[in-house]
């Protein structure tokens, strides 16, 4: 007997010297559920915010920000200097570093992989041709921006996506990249923290922690990522503990339901995500302000997301979010909400009334931002139906094509949602209201004024003369209505008890390397 005491004492401090912190190792393994979809794995080309959070974690920009920080820091570059007119940005990269393939990265990629972005004018392309003239290769580890004109915010540009090297040996310079199938190896190399082990579209993808990455250590070995059909099913894979962690999108009952439970953590923040409606401002009917106008005096905000989201987000009446510097709640102070007497005069003012009502189609797509967007185009059509003089149709289709249709200019009035490409007031207005970024929108508004203000907020340093421009533009919004907001996002995070490190800031930037699992 006292030989089996012996040895059950001998396996306790054994026990307790593997595990003198913890009292149990930490999990290599983390499973992260979402019902969001990736779209085309090539920087170059995708421009949604799923498949962004995945380039987060495998590729590396220039300069980058820390996982739940706003403030930037340097990522691939260790420094960078600007020119006196402020039109070069010269950045001295890390030396010695390799791509997860063990390629060496230098100035050479950066050039590379930014022309590019330039030369296949994908998506985001815009981020990087509306600002740069070109790149030059100084030496080997030194690489040179130089602007068409001057950027107030263009080190927050750099670290964004379309900026990121990508490997020579892998991308073809001439074709976008939607699977890693379609690469030469048949994998993703990247510089950030983790690479894809495995890559099943819609189903899972695997990730690693990367082990030529320059960086801290991921505290978890393998991210494994599995996509859902629906968010039910996720919150019931989350209860059965079969997912550690759930990320967008969960319905507004579940959110309440989970927020409840003592066997969930919550982690939420109201960040910069946006919602809003878009016109196609040109060909009928909303090539005419009036009608736009109309449009957004007839939505009702708060008793919209209470019955949508059950109150779960914040009314808001600018495209510059809240908690933003230079934010106005400038379409309360002219439309309000539900301003029906508004709408019938603006409508009656262009020969509509009972009898002759504004027609149109009102697009939404079922997936792409969950399971609660047929309920809020339902609701938009309720309460634009409410006024008496409008007759609204309801259209959807999955994001692929309802990216064709904007392109294409199917689509007369459509919903969007906007994650932040940079924390900028110029990423809020330009996107929508510059004819370069209204069109690659769907938009199509295009105003000489509005172009000339909105390039002087970017090309301005003096941030009080930069704040009256955005002010000036969120009345401008008020009158010409290329877009109208809707509300502002809260973010929802839930994962079991025995994970850490989740962290959430403003930028929208979900870093997997701090997440850890006892």
């Known amino acids: 007997m006292k030989f089996w005491k012996l040895l059950i004492y001998c396996a306790i401090v054994l026990t307790l010297a593997l595990f003198p912190i913890q009292g149990f190792a930490k999990s290599d393994t983390l499973v992260y559920g979402t019902t969001e979809k990736v779209t085309d794995m090539d920087p170059a080309h995708a421009y949604d915010f799923h498949t962004w959070e995945i380039f987060y974690n495998i590729y590396q920009g220039l300069l980058t920000y820390p996982a739940g920080k706003t403030d930037l820091a340097p990522g691939l570059a260790e420094n960078y200097f600007i020119s006196v007119d402020g039109k070069e940005y010269t950045f001295e990269l890390r030396k010695g570093l390799k791509f997860s393939d063990g390629t060496p990265f230098d100035a050479s990629a950066v050039k590379w992989s930014v022309d590019r972005v330039i030369a296949l004018k994908g998506d985001p392309s815009w981020l990087v041709t509306e600002f740069v003239d070109r790149v030059d290769v100084v030496d080997k580890y030194t690489v040179k921006f130089v602007l068409k004109n001057p950027v107030a915010y263009f080190p927050s540009l750099v670290a964004s996506v379309p900026y990121y090297p990508v ?223 409008m007759k609204v149709s309801i259209k959807s289709a999955e994001w692929a094509t309802y990216k064709d249709n904007w392109k294409n200019k199917l689509m007369s009035a459509f919903l969007l949602g906007w994650y932040p490409d940079y924390i900028d007031p110029d990423n809020y207005t330009a996107a929508f209201g510059q004819t370069a970024g209204s069109r690659g929108m769907g938009i199509f508004f295009s105003d000489p004024v509005w172009d000339k203000k909105l390039t002087e907020g970017q090309t301005l340093a003096d941030m009080q003369k930069r704040t009256a421009i955005y002010k000036e533009v969120q009345q401008m919004w008020t009158v010409d209505v290329p877009t109208v907001p809707i509300y502002q996002g809260i973010l929802y995070v839930f994962t079991q008890k025995s994970v850490g490190g989740v962290l959430l800031s403003p930028t929208l930037r979900f870093n997997y390397d701090p997440i850890y699992k006892d």
């Open 167 to 389: 490997n020579p040996n892998i991308y073809p310079v001439d074709k976008i990249i939607r699977d890693p199938s379609e690469m030469k190896g048949g994998k993703l190399v990247g510089l950030g923290p983790y690479v894809v082990r495995s890559f099943k579209r819609d189903q899972e993808i695997i990730l690693e922690a990367n082990p030529n990455y320059f960086g801290p250590r991921p505290k978890t070995k393998r991210i494994v990522i599995r996509y859902f059909a629906d968010a039910t099913t996720m919150r019931l894979a989350l209860e059965k503990g079969e997912i550690d962690l759930a990320f967008k999108t969960l319905n507004p009952s579940d959110i309440s339901d989970l927020e409840k439970s003592n066997k969930i953590n919550t982690i939420k923040a109201q960040g910069p995500y946006i919602r809003y409606l878009c016109f196609r401002c040109v060909g009928p009917p909303f090539d005419d302000k009036i009608l736009r106008q109309a449009v957004a005096a007839a939505i009702n905000r708060p008793p919209l997301i209470q019955k949508v989201y059950l109150g779960q987000n914040a009314p808001l009446y600018s495209m510059v979010p809240m908690g933003m510097w230079s934010h106005t709640d400038a379409f309360k102070t002219v439309h309000g909400d539900g301003n029906i007497a508004k709408v019938k005069k603006l409508l009656a003012s262009k020969g509509y009334n009972e009898g002759n009502k504004l027609a149109f189609d009102l697009w939404y797509t079922p997936s792409h931002y969950g399971d609660t967007e047929v309920d809020l185009a339902a609701v938009l059509k309720n309460q634009l139906e409410a006024t008496g003089v």
